[in-house]
Each structure stands twice: as C-alpha cells, then as structure tokens.
C-alpha cells in the first residue's frame, strides 16, 4: 500500500474493517450521511489502526486473493480500543474449563484408556472436530440427528461437530480402501459435541474413548473389546461389584420381526423406540411401535421379550437354533476364558439407540443405578455401505469421559493428583538471574523438570511454592557458591542441604 498522508483522517473504526486496501482514497468516504451515520469525531490513522485492517482485509481473508470467499462471512467490526465489555467468565453451557488440577484429572483418565489400548495391541487414531454433517444424518428418529451442532461454513457447506467417533472412523477406512491390512485395531480420544438435556454424567461437549476392530466377524472381537473395559475398571480400582456389563443382540429384534412379517425397514426405527424403555413410561412405547406399523400382537410379544434376563429364558421363548442365541452363547463362553464372567448378565432390552448396530450390543452399567450408562457399543457390519462404501465387519465401544469420573466420585476412590516437579531454582541475588537460568537449561537439558522462580523473592516465598508445586529440590544460586563453580541443593523431603559442583549436578 502506498504511504498514506499523516493529515489523512478517516471517520470511525468500525469502518476500517469493511475497507479493502485499493479502496483506501478519498474518494471511497463520498457517502451521504443518512445510509452511514458517521461519528462526528474524526480519528487519525496510525500504524497499528492500518495494521489491524490490513491484517482484517488481506486477500486470503477477503476472497479478493482469488479464495471465492463471500463478502459476507468476514468477522464483525472491531471492537474498539477504548470501549471496555464485561463478558460471562463462564464457559458456554454444558463445556468446561480445564484449570491444571482438572487437567491433570483428565490427563490421568486418558493415560489409562491409551494404556489398556496399548496391552490390547491398539494403534491410535484421530478425525476432524469438524465433519460433513451428512455423515451423522442417518435414520430419522435417532436422537443424535436432532442433538447436532451443525451449520453452514464460509463454502455453503453444511458442517458439524462431531456428536461421535465411529461414523469418521468408518469413513476413514473408506477413504483408505484396499491399502489397509485388516484386522484394525484403532482406538481414539476425541472431542465429542451433542446439544441435549444435561443431566449428572453428561454434557453438550464431553471427550469419549473408542476402541474399534474391523474385519473380524466372529465373536471374538466383542469379546476382546468388553475385556479391555474390564481391564481398565480393575487398573483404576473398579471391581465387578461396582459395574457390570448388560448384553443382548440386536439379531433377537430381527427374529420376531422377521416372525410377524415385519418390513426390515422397521428394524431402525423400532430400535430408537426400545432404547427409550427407561426414559419414557412403557404405555408410550407401546404407542410408538403401533404408530410404526407393529401389530398389537407382535408388540405385546416384543414386550415379554424384552423383559427376559436369562439367555435361557430367551431360548425358550426363541427356540435354540436360531443366530442370535449361537453368538450369545459364544460370547458369554468366551467371557469365561477371558475371565470376566462375573462383569456380564443378558438383558433383552439393551439394543443401543444408534441405528448402525446390528448384532451383539452392550452397556457398561453402574450396579447402584445411580448414573446413566458408563459406555456403550456393539457390532456395526453394515455402516460403511451407507456411506457408499464396501461392508467390512466391525464392532467398537465408546466411552465418555463424564460418567466415570462421577462414579470414582460417588465410591470415594477419584485419584488425589498433585503436581510433580523435581527442581525449583532460584537465585539468591538479581544479578544472578542469569546464572539461575544456566542451572536451569543444564538440568532441563538432563530431562529434569525445573521451575526456575523468575522474579527477586524472599526465600520465605520460594519454599511455599516449592511445597505447592511439590517439588523434590530447592536449588539456590548464591554469590559465594557460584563463585566457586557450586550451588546449594536441599532435599526438601528430609531437608538434608549440601554444596554441589556445576557439572555433578545430576
């Protein structure tokens, strides 16, 4: 841009940022006054008022650089410099904040899903915060169509956060075809976002863990997947008293379907309304599956069905030959082997309210019945083919971040964590902040963690802090030992203090 006259005044701010740089003369500010009311105060340009609007206005940002950006998807005015707005200090309803002693909470839960994954022999994984939304639109009536965060981007596409993680996965498996080796086995910690009531245990933005297997169409993958659950509960002192684990197939639902006749197509949508069956009263469920096309008499059957705990009970009622029963049976013998028998019981009503599952499902339940489902997953050999691509079988598991740590609440077992740090250096006199530092690169450079105090402070200040951010060392840089090549060490669990060279320090 050209230099612009010192005696150059423009009207207001707010207009800077609807000012692209070749419109920068006079002639651009010939606007009557009733389509612009203009400040009568005139501000005078300086250089960090053009700066700003040239950082607004470049070509990148305002589609003039060849991007097809639409004039109006550019942010709003400025606010200006002298103009102060109180704002909520509050995150948006339903997200948090993660202040350190949160972080370190959430850093400790995530340590142990990538550590039960690594045992399990899983590689991790991560997709977009942000996807097509066409790709969480499936079935009409599951909840998460009507939970999405979506919305139109600057290209008129239409976006959202993901409410999940299996739909990305699917479609990354898609985009890598044939190049894969299969089985998979992914696992990944991802932000998740749905707008839905809140409740204890679950909010609008939440992290969830997922472990997957593709290519594996036998039992044996739900059973691997349930025993990585158990592993994790028992590493963070959940036992089998505590939670439990509910399983039922989906194949039981198509087989009485398929007994009454019923159009396959019903199969979604009658799952969406029994996974309501302890949410809404049963009256309402009954009105539901009328509504899309069950005979009475087949509602009252899927009801007594649905009432049974027993794989026994179920095999009476079913008769033992039928898909259903063969992999239920697998599954529970397989749970014996693996040595988790006790974690898992048969509930009929368990069929997950997302429309992809299509065979085994199960949830990970608080045995008080004080909170909702811990996790939740199954079997989803059909998803890909609704995103075009060629079926591969597959079962996964998600697993929020919400849910679990209110139950280590409510047991009184939520890890104390304090922070770790294993020098604290200080100098003892302001000309040696730089000597303090050298101490501090030396044994950062060592793989130590060092919190080097960077201002002038009394050593009555220097000790709380080294207490509260529990650190094992107070090293003090002082005149006399630096002078001689040395530094004091005080071991702060015992307070044992001695003189130490330079370059023994370890």
């Known amino acids: ?122 590689e991790e994984v991560d997709y977009p915060v942000l996807e097509s939304e066409a790709l969480f639109i499936r079935k009409a009536g599951e909840e998460i169509r009507d939970q999405l965060y979506c919305f139109e981007d600057r290209g008129n596409r239409r976006v959202a956060l993901r409410p999940e993680l299996t739909p990305s996965l699917a479609r990354l498996v898609i985009q890598k075809g044939k190049s894969l080796s299969l089985p998979l086995k992914w696992f990944a910690i991802g932000q ?40 994790f509960f028992k590493k963070i002192g959940i036992s089998a008293s505590d939670v439990g684990f509910k399983v039922n197939s989906r194949k039981v639902l198509q087989e009485i379907l398929r ?124 998803l890909l083919s609704t995103f075009g691509g060629d079926d591969l079988p597959a079962c996964g598991f998600g697993f929020g971040d919400a849910v679990i740590i209110e139950l280590l609440k409510e047991k009184g077992i939520l890890p104390e964590l304090v922070p770790q740090i294993e020098n604290i250096v200080c100098a003892l006199d302001h000309d040696l902040q730089g000597a303090a530092a050298t101490v501090a690169t030396m044994l950062r450079g060592k793989g130590q963690s060092v919190d080097l105090v960077l201002e002038s402070k009394p050593l009555k200040w220097v000790f709380k802090r080294a207490a509260r951010i529990n650190a094992q060392r107070l090293i003090l840089v002082g005149n ?10 005080k071991i702060l669990s015992s307070g044992e203090q001695s003189e130490i060279k330079l370059d023994e320090l370890e």
């Open 259 to 382: 007994s009454y006749s019923i159009s396959e197509n019903l199969f979604a949508k009658v799952c969406v309304i029994i996974d309501k069956i302890e949410k809404i009263p049963i009256d309402e469920i009954k009105k539901e599956l009328k509504s899309v096309g069950m005979p009475q008499e087949a509602v009252n059957e899927l009801l007594e069905v649905l009432s049974v705990k027993s794989l026994s009970e179920l095999e009476e009622i079913l008769g033992g030959a039928g898909e259903a029963i063969a992999e239920l049976k697998q599954l529970f013998s397989l749970a014996e082997k693996f040595g988790y028998s006790e974690w898992i019981q048969f509930d009929a009503s368990v069929v997950r309210g997302l429309a992809y599952y299509t065979g085994i499902v199960f949830e990970g339940f608080d045995r008080a019945g004080k909170l909702r489902a811990i996790c939740g997953g199954g079997r989803y050999d059909r």
């Open 480 to 489: 006399t030992e630096w002078k001689k090549g040395m530094v004091s060490v």
């Open 1 to 122: 841009m050209p230099p612009i006259p010192s005696s150059l005044h423009i009207f207001h701010p707010c207009l800077n940022h609807y000012l692209k740089p070749n419109f920068f003369s006079l002639s651009y500010f010939s606007i009557s006054a009733p389509k612009f009311p203009l400040s009568s105060q005139l501000i005078p340009i300086n250089p960090r008022t053009l700066s700003s609007v040239a950082n607004a206005l470049s070509p990148s940002e305002n589609g003039s650089g060849g991007g097809g950006d639409r004039s109006s998807a550019l942010a709003g005015p400025p606010v200006l410099e002298n103009s102060v707005q109180k704002i909520d200090v509050n995150p948006p309803k339903g997200t948090r904040d993660f202040p350190p002693e949160e972080m370190r909470l959430r850093n400790w839960l995530f340590h142990n899903f990538r550590e039960v994954s690594r045992l399990s022999g899983f």
């Open 192 to 231: 998740c976002w749905r707008y839905e009531r809140m409740t204890r245990g679950r909010r609008r933005e939440h992290y969830q863990w997922n472990m997957d297997i593709i290519g594996v169409p036998e039992v044996t993958a739900e059973a691997e997947l349930i025993s990585s659950i158990v592993t």
